[in-house]
């Protein structure tokens, strides 16, 4: 049953007149008179109007047919408006992804900025593997993802963000707390303790392209869990530099020449609502100038 057809019929019921519901509904006379004709012939054959004199009237037939549309169509467009204004209201959730780390100022500055700014917003916040994260991005699970690896994966854009560089975790009292940095080839042979950064692709991997001497004992999911691991003397870990923080149990020493991109990642031609799109946005605006800012 065709919604406009029903406004036709209701809209004719009114004026019991063709010329004058055609020109109310903006449609032509032969229009108008072929919606009714087929609508009668959907409903058996019934005749929903008669003749009279130049003009028509509802049957008895049409008569009860006019109380059902009216109200369908009243009740319809109560929930019309009941839609928009719930639309209008309700939350806008913003679903963003992160590997471990990149939560950092820039990012919790924009997400209190934009919920200031916005009554409407809310986050839903995930941390986890780059891997994991690009997959709920092109299952349409999250909005947007801050990962530290591409993909060649044409359903999903990549929009680089800054490079992080890396520190080695060790426990305090190693022998190699007090140098100046570490070279990758010096610690990769080293018991280590990894991250979801590495968990698909590990260190010894992107240092060396051979994985054959790593000695990863054991993975964990965020970067904190990592340094409690760290701390409790069970080995090292490689650790972007956001998250030098003081620690008990911990040293830091810079690891030479070792950088790694940031990403934000979205779903290639996925349109999102104009609060979410303007906060990505914000997002990879804030991280690139404070990387600029840095870099000076």
């Given at each position: 049953?065709n919604?406009?057809?029903?406004?036709?019929?209701?809209?004719?019921?009114?004026?019991?007149?063709?010329?004058?519901?055609a020109?109310?509904?903006?449609?032509?006379?032969?229009?108008?008179?072929?919606?009714?004709?087929?609508?009668?012939?959907?409903?058996?054959?019934v005749?929903?109007?008669?003749?009279?004199g130049?003009?028509?009237?509802?049957?008895?037939?049409g008569?009860?047919?006019?109380e059902?549309?009216?109200s369908?169509?009243?009740?319809?467009h109560?929930?019309?408006?009941?839609l928009?204004?719930s639309?209008?209201?309700?939350?806008?959730?913003?679903?963003?992804g992160?590997?471990s780390?990149?939560?950092?100022a820039?990012?919790?500055?924009?997400?209190?900025?934009?919920?200031?700014?916005?009554?409407?917003?809310?986050?839903?916040?995930?941390?986890?593997?780059?891997?994991e994260l690009?997959?709920?991005?092109?299952?349409?699970?999250?909005?947007?993802?801050?990962?530290?690896?591409?993909?060649?994966?044409r359903?999903?854009?990549?929009?680089?963000?800054?490079?992080?560089?890396?520190?080695?975790?060790?426990p305090?009292?190693?022998?190699?707390?007090?140098?100046?940095?570490l070279?990758p080839?010096?610690?990769?042979?080293?018991?280590?303790?990894?991250?979801?950064?590495?968990?698909?692709?590990?260190?010894?991997?992107?240092?060396?392209g051979?994985?054959?001497?790593?000695?990863?004992?054991?993975?964990v999911?965020?970067?904190?869990?990592?340094?409690?691991?760290?701390?409790?003397?069970?080995?090292i870990?490689?650790?972007?530099d956001?998250?030098?923080?003081?620690r008990?149990?911990v040293s830091?020493?810079p690891?030479?020449?070792w950088?790694?991109?940031?990403?934000?990642?979205?779903?290639?031609?996925?349109?999102?609502?104009?609060?979410?799109?303007?906060f990505?946005?914000?997002?990879?605006?804030?991280?690139?100038?404070?990387?600029e800012?840095?870099?000076?």
């Amino acid at each position: 049953m065709n919604y406009n057809v029903l406004r036709y019929f209701s809209v004719l019921a009114q004026v019991e007149n063709y010329t004058k519901a055609a020109a109310r509904l903006g449609i032509s006379q032969p229009s108008l008179s072929s919606a009714i004709h087929n609508l009668e012939n959907e409903l058996g054959g019934v005749a929903l109007f008669e003749k009279v004199g130049r003009n028509i009237r509802l049957t008895k037939e049409g008569h009860f047919y006019r109380e059902k549309v009216d109200s369908a169509l009243s009740e319809l467009h109560a929930a019309s408006l009941m839609l928009k204004d719930s639309r209008e209201s309700a939350p806008v959730v913003i679903r963003m992804g992160y590997v471990s780390g990149t939560l950092d100022a820039v990012v919790l500055q924009k997400i209190r900025e934009h919920t200031e700014r916005h009554s409407r917003v809310r986050f839903l916040l995930t941390e986890h593997s780059a891997q994991e994260l690009m997959d709920q991005v092109r299952q349409e699970q999250l909005d947007m993802a801050i990962v530290d690896s591409s993909d060649r994966d044409r359903s999903l854009h990549f929009r680089k963000l800054r490079e992080r560089g890396f520190y080695v975790a060790l426990p305090k009292g190693h022998p190699l707390e007090d140098r100046e940095y570490l070279e990758p080839r010096e610690v990769m042979e080293l018991p280590q303790v990894v991250f979801n950064y590495s968990v698909e692709g590990s260190f010894g991997h992107w240092a060396s392209g051979n994985q054959a001497n790593e000695r990863v004992i054991c993975t964990v999911n965020t970067v904190s869990s990592a340094l409690d691991l760290v701390g409790g003397g069970l080995g090292i870990s490689f650790i972007p530099d956001e998250c030098v923080l003081p620690r008990d149990g911990v040293s830091f020493v810079p690891l030479r020449n070792w950088h790694q991109a940031l990403y934000m990642c979205i779903l290639y031609d996925k349109w999102l609502q104009p609060l979410v799109w303007d906060f990505c946005e914000l997002v990879i605006s804030a991280i690139r100038k404070a990387e600029e800012e840095r870099k000076r």
